[in-house]
């Protein structure tokens, strides 16, 4: 990037004026009382005014998505796409601006924000608008003197609640097989990471969304999130976040209206690099993206990392090396590399688990806590070893730049190692036979497994978890399930 574009991105930083009210049956709304002030990780610069919305205002959202529900669900699918696909062209024209927005709420790099975050959520908005006129339903068979047709009928009334890490993305994980599905959609974002898709939702207007159809609630997680998990007239609830939040929301739904769930919530996963790895480098740059990339703030990152004995001390050299590209840097600068954590507070908690695994192990490397612009929310990415197989570090989510280091010598220890949470989110495998690939691949309990790569992903991939990291698929047409349900028609005429 040019010195000039890092000039540019910061002077358009200085000179954004940033809109932070809830978007409620088609506009912004004042809600008459203060609101939040919401401060960028970077420097701690103030960015927006974040709008305090409380029960009677997530009332006020369901009521305008439900009566908005019976139009949007019963136009044709091709006239939702439309929309949609307006929508992801209005997004693509305000690319920059909303990786500028991500980028201050949330400290990641804009060299990110610009290249993966915003490009991600428009292909995952324009793959479910192209993708709802082609889904046919079923004609089962049935006895003679009757036909019966199976459709998809959208839930109605959809509460998503999203967490901070990839705020745009998740959010339209969710956003757009709900909407494209028939669904009106009351949307609470991280109270930390609400201004990227605050704005979607203006641009959302403009590509033809008629008012109620979606709703932008912020506020806090117990209050807001609460009303939402908890209200009468919410179908159904998609999730993203931490398995503790997930066990609250199962509670409500089942003293609410059992309205149903998907939960996509916490992992610990392991990156198994067996000493017949074809190209080691490769696994260890590979590594260092699966444990480090985003701060480390990563569902799926692949913090636990086994490595077989006999390559140990060769693959630790790599990885160090291939980590020196996540050293923490200005986000604004439009370099590669890592950027600020969501706040100095989680770096704090972060920074914590460093100092229990040096008390209790070895820092490999890293360890240590930078100040940029005056915030202290950057962390070296780091690696710890020695540390005892039941260690919490092992089986935690920590939630930062912060691997785990483990040497194993058989292909069952491996896959016993790896197994051994209570997590199941995703794992990654290394190796150039074949057989042991197909082996260990079917062994490990993961929502997904990668195979000579990490964390693997995309559009047509459901991604979802096993165990306690929760039930439900996003990406994929699998996704539909979470906002739709079979309705079985039956024409006796015989
Ligand atoms: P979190 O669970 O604290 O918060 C997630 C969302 O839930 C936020 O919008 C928050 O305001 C809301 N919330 C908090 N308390 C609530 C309550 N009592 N009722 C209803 N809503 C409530 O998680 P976080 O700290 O924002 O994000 C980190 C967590 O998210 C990690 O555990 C991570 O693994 C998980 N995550 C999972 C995936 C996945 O796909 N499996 C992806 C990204 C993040």
Redesign the pocket.
């Known amino acids: 990037m040019t010195e000039l574009a890092v000039t540019t991105w910061a002077a358009r930083a200085a000179g954004l004026d940033i809109d932070g009210r809830p978007f409620i049956d088609g506009a912004r709304r004042e809600l008459g009382r203060p609101g939040r002030p919401t401060t960028s990780p970077i420097d701690g610069r103030a960015l927006a005014t974040l709008g305090a919305c409380g029960a009677a205002d997530v009332d006020t959202a369901v009521a305008a998505a439900r009566r908005a529900f019976p139009a949007w669900s019963g136009v044709s699918a091709e006239a939702r796409k439309h929309v949609l696909l307006r929508l992801a062209d209005l997004m693509a024209e305000h690319a920059d601006e909303l990786a500028l927005l991500e980028t201050l709420d949330s400290g990641k790099p804009i060299a990110q924000t610009t290249t993966v975050d915003v490009p991600g959520a428009i292909a995952t908005l324009r793959w479910y608008a192209e993708a709802i006129d082609k889904i046919a339903g079923e004609l089962p068979s049935v006895p003679p003197g009757a036909t019966a047709q199976v459709t998809r009928e959208p839930l109605g009334v959809v509460a998503a609640?999203?967490?901070?890490?990839?705020p745009l993305e998740?959010a339209m994980w969710k956003l757009a097989p709900a909407l494209a599905s028939g669904n009106a959609v009351v949307l609470?974002?991280?109270?930390?990471t609400s201004l990227s898709v605050l704005r979607v939702a203006d641009l959302a207007v403009r590509a033809g969304l008629p008012d109620g159809v979606l709703n932008v609630v912020t506020g806090?997680?117990?209050e807001?999130?609460?009303a939402?998990?908890g209200h009468m007239d919410v179908d159904a609830l998609a999730?993203?976040?931490?398995?503790?939040?997930?066990r609250?929301?199962l509670e409500?739904s089942g003293r609410s209206n059992l309205k149903r769930l998907s939960l996509?919530?916490?992992?610990k996963s392991s990156n198994i690099i067996f000493a017949d790895t074809a190209d080691l480098a490769q696994a260890a740059d590979k590594a260092a993206f699966g444990a480090f990339y985003n701060q480390g703030?990563?569902?799926?990152a692949n913090s636990r990392i086994l490595v077989q004995r006999e390559v140990h001390d060769e693959f630790l050299a790599l990885l160090r090396e291939a980590a020196t590209a996540y050293e923490p840097a200005d986000p604004l600068a439009g370099l590669d590399g890592n950027g600020a954590l969501i706040s100095s507070g989680h770096a704090d908690d972060v920074a914590a688990w460093i100092e229990r695994g040096r008390a209790d192990g070895t820092v490999l490397f890293g360890g240590g806590r930078r100040t940029i612009a005056g915030s202290d929310a950057y962390l070296e990415p780091t690696l710890i070893g020695g540390l005892a197989p039941d260690h919490a570090l092992h089986r935690e989510?920590v939630?930062g730049p912060v691997a785990v280091l483990q040497p194993f010598d058989t292909e069952e220890e491996a896959v016993a190692m790896a197994n051994d949470t209570e997590y199941g989110?995703a794992a990654s495998v290394w190796t150039a036979d074949l057989a042991r690939a197909h082996r260990v691949a079917a062994a490990l309990v993961a929502g997904t497994v990668s195979v000579n790569t990490v964390d693997a992903l995309g559009n047509s991939t459901p991604?979802?978890?096993f165990k306690q990291?929760?039930f439900g698929r996003?990406l994929s047409l699998h996704a539909f399930d979470n906002y739709t349900a079979p309705k079985t028609t039956w024409f006796q005429f015989g």
């Not at 609470?188 to 930390?192: H, S």
């Open positions: 609640i999203v967490p901070w890490n990839f998740i609470k974002p991280a109270e930390q806090s997680g117990r807001v999130g609460a939402l998990a999730f993203t976040g931490s398995t503790a939040v997930s609250t929301l409500a996509e919530a916490g992992g703030q990563v569902c799926s989510e939630f989110l991604f979802g978890g990291s929760g996003d």
